[in-house]
């Protein structure tokens, strides 16, 4: 049903991400360095880009947000892609403030059906192949 | 302020083909930088800098380097994608002035539409585990829908049409078509139509990632070329009447949470160059703007100060982006890489074209140009990129 691309390890900035997924959890990181005014880190990473430190914090997000904005791809054809037919993309906005790529499905027709504001909730799409299912975004 | 007139482009060429079987990409670049020192009345001893962005089977830069035979006194091998041209330019015309070299040659050689390159539509395949391709991989986003993405969004907050944005891709065929080698390489791309296009044709080409039609993506091809810069001493004794190099900025943009995705790279890199230069967006009579997209010169024209954030819709209509429109500034005379070549980092041919249409010998020349600006911008558009901006003078 389902064939991405696999996230590949080791990686060590993301493994966390994605042992999160495994089990249902869409994980962000906040800094906790004192006096740094960043808000949450995304993509997952080892310091805070806003102060340089490395004393960050795994969250699970509640896994609702709104598209920020979207494409439809009308040709891929790297396998997994190839034979999807339109597929979205998108830039989905969490709630608890952080930008992650992803796909919007479960529309009839992601080239009508998808809109920027739209919200959405996470699902963690489970793959023929492979360990990690991967978080993607059904409207709610 | 001031421009310090210290570094010019004194020698160019532009390789004439866009679809080269059986030329490397070596070739290219070789050929390009002989012509480029024939152009200028220099030897080929006389180099004494490489700018190079890594391209080429033998891998650039240190590689160059020992191909050619030269030993030069400056190595900078700063890739940063299509804008890579514009960053050597700045790094050229700083090197010069800070007397560190004479000649500068910056070369560029690709076959990718030989070796079928899927720029735009094909995986974006990464030799070893990383977090990037670990967040974006899954979700199969070509190059071209990281584009649309920019332009989706542009559509949503400013009310941009599909029209509008399809003007710039109707300015950049009306140059073309006037371009010998612009017609060639339609030509020999295999184009639906080698011939002028309206907004409806452009409308009607198909969606390759929504809101993206064909005929708003840049060419496939091969090609390459190569320019020289030179110090003011040099300058003076070469064939060409000198164009002057006399602003630069460099800027790098990301994405980041809660960040605007419709502005550019640009709106940091623009505003250095143009103080550096002491000239004014509106002064600018040639405006040479990475066309990889339509959505990329809509955002960059924006970023540079030609129009408000949000409304290069009303700017471009009526068509003021012509080389004949009276109104100016005109946009990509070569053609484009929407139209004349776009091998895959097209930021050499904003110079060369910038140079031609300063020198008087472009094929949509603008009586009396006076000054143009290169922008590159390298990377993507809705992710990860760099600006490079360069101000151009006549002499």
């Given amino acids: ?140 | 302020m001031a421009q310090e007139r210290q570094a010019a482009i004194v020698g160019i060429h532009e390789y004439p083909l866009r679809v080269a079987p059986g030329v490397s990409a070596m070739n290219i670049k070789v050929d390009s930088i002989r012509a480029a020192l024939d152009d200028a009345g220099l030897k080929w001893s006389d180099v004494d800098a490489i700018y190079d962005a890594q391209d080429g089977e033998a891998g650039g830069g240190l590689q160059l380097a020992a191909y050619l035979g030269l030993r030069p006194t400056i190595l900078d091998t700063t890739q940063v994608g299509g804008s890579s041209y514009e960053f050597h330019a700045a790094h050229a015309m700083r090197d010069i002035a800070a007397g560190k070299c004479n000649v500068a040659v910056l070369s560029y050689g690709s076959t990718s539409a030989s070796n079928r390159v899927a720029i735009g539509t094909g995986g974006r395949v990464t030799p070893a585990p990383n977090w990037a391709a670990n967040m974006e991989m899954p979700y199969g986003a070509t190059l071209i829908a990281n584009y649309a993405m920019v332009k989706q969004r542009h559509m949503h907050e400013y009310g941009t049409t599909d029209e509008q944005f399809a003007g710039i891709s109707v300015a950049t065929r009306h140059h073309a078509m006037r371009n010998p080698e612009a017609v060639k390489a339609m030509t020999d791309l295999q184009f639906v139509g080698v011939n002028e296009i309206t907004p409806r044709d452009v409308l009607d080409s198909r969606v390759v990632a929504d809101p993206l039609h064909l005929l708003e993506c840049c060419m496939i091809s091969d090609g390459g070329g190569a320019l020289i810069i030179a110090s003011a001493d040099v300058a003076r004794g070469c064939r060409k009447p000198p164009v002057w190099l006399i602003g630069a900025g460099e800027a790098t943009k990301y994405r980041e949470n809660g960040g605007d995705i419709t502005t550019s790279a640009g709106a940091q890199s623009g505003p250095i160059a143009f103080a550096e230069a002491g000239v004014a967006p509106d002064e600018i009579d040639i405006a040479m703007i990475y066309d990889s997209f339509t959505i990329t010169v809509a955002v960059c024209l924006e970023d540079l100060g030609f129009c408000p954030k949000g409304e290069i819709g009303p700017y471009v209509e009526g068509g003021r982006l012509a080389f004949d429109s009276g109104e100016g500034p005109a946009l990509n005379t070569d053609g484009g890489g929407l139209s004349s070549n776009h091998p895959g980092m097209r930021g050499i041919f904003l110079l060369l074209e910038g140079a031609r249409q300063l020198r008087g010998e472009s094929t949509s020349q603008v009586p009396g140009a006076r000054l143009a600006v290169a922008h590159g911008n390298g990377g993507l558009l809705g992710g990860t990129h760099t600006g490079g901006t360069v101000i151009l003078a006549k002499d």
């Fill in chain 1, 1 to 140: 049903m389902a064939n991405r691309p696999q996230p590949r390890f080791p990686e060590p900035h993301t493994e966390p991400f994605w042992e999160g997924a495994q089990q249902g959890e869409l994980r962000y990181q906040r800094c906790d360095s004192a006096g740094c005014e960043s808000d949450v880190v995304f993509y997952p990473r080892q310091h805070c880009p806003a102060c340089g430190g490395n004393d960050l914090s795994w969250h699970v997000s509640k896994g609702e947000g709104s598209v920020y904005t979207f494409s439809v791809v009308r040709q891929n054809r790297m396998p997994g892609f190839i034979d999807l037919g339109a597929y979205s993309v998108a830039y989905v906005d969490l709630d608890e403030g952080f930008r992650m790529m992803s796909s919007v499905v479960g529309v009839d027709d992601p080239t009508t059906d998808i809109a920027i504001g739209q919200r959405v909730r996470v699902d963690f799409e489970k793959q023929d192949e492979g360990d990690y299912p991967i978080p993607v975004f059904r409207p709610i």
